[in-house]
Structure formats: C-alpha cells, structure tokens
C-alpha cells in the first residue's frame, strides 16, 4: 500500500523539493516502509493479542560493535531500515525543505519508539537501542546520499 501512495504522491513532491521524480519517491517510499514495518502489530498481537508493557528498555545507548553488524538480527535490520530514507534526504539540493526533512527524519526513531511505548496493542518494544540502530541507519544513508550527490555534479570536486 505504501508503494502505491509513493508513487502516486512523488510527483508533486519531486515539484515541491526540486528534485528528480525517483528522489521524491525513494524518500515516500522508505518512510512508509519505515512505519509500515514498526508500527504495525507483531505477529503475537495479530494473532493472540498479546499487548507491550508499557515500559521502555533503555539498557543500550551506544552503536552497534562492528561484529554485531555483520550478522542479520534486529540491530542490523533497525539500522538498514534507515539507510534508504538517508539515502534519498542526501540526495536533496540544500533547502529550508531539506532542513526540514532531515530534522524530521532525525525526529522519526523517537516518534516510534514513542508510539511502540504508548499503543501497547501493537505488542511492540519500546528500546533505545532501536532509536541509535535507526539513527545509525540515517546518519549513514545521509552520508551516502550527499556523497553521491556532490559525486555527480560535472566539475565538483569531490
């Protein structure tokens, strides 16, 4: 479904951001995979209604170890989630727009974790773990984003 909208919606977007068609689409696109993917119900709430508890574990504050990232688990899922989104905000040319997205996008892990922690029937965990994984993720796609950005402007150096 978010695919969809995306499409839908890139156009005027792409207008709005002055910025290629596929830009405007990957930032639509990754955001509403970003939430459809945290904040739908987990499967034991969908299926037997298990509900969160309400509480927010904040026993990790720091990145993940390089070893840790080598291997698929939650962290490293949390932190490739975000990647696309960071991607597509480097992308963007230097606007009070981009301002925006970017501080939104700095905003979004919070808001989740947020939402995990109120609508415990979801049967989401509330982790800030999940905020640095997803923050790791943006930070890096944003590097990227900009890096190929300047990389394919003519006669820039890098």
């Not at 977007?13 to 290629?20: H, K, N, V």
């Not at 709430?45 to 969160?52: P, Q, R």
């Not at 892990?109 to 997803?134: H, K, M, W, Y």
Request: charged fraction near 10%; charge should be positive; aromatic fraction near 4%.
């Amino acid at each position: 479904m978010s695919g969809l909208i995306s499409v839908a919606a890139a156009g005027r977007l792409s207008r709005a951001l002055a910025t290629p068609p596929w830009v405007a689409l990957l930032v639509l696109f990754s955001v509403g995979l970003i939430l459809s993917a945290t904040l739908s119900p987990s499967s034991e709430a969908a299926s037997v209604g298990t509900v969160g508890s309400a509480v927010c574990d904040l026993s990790r504050l720091s990145p993940l170890r390089l070893r840790e990232l080598v291997r698929i688990n939650a962290g490293t899922l949390n932190v490739v989630l975000f990647v696309p989104f960071g991607v597509a905000l480097g992308r963007l040319p230097r606007s009070p727009a981009k301002v925006m997205l970017v501080a939104g996008g700095l905003a979004l892990p919070f808001a989740v974790e947020g939402v995990q922690l109120i609508a415990t029937q979801l049967g989401r965990a509330c982790e800030s773990g999940d905020v640095v994984d997803n923050l790791a993720g943006l930070l890096i796609g944003l590097v990227i984003g900009a890096v190929w950005a300047r990389a394919a402007q003519p006669g820039q150096p890098i």
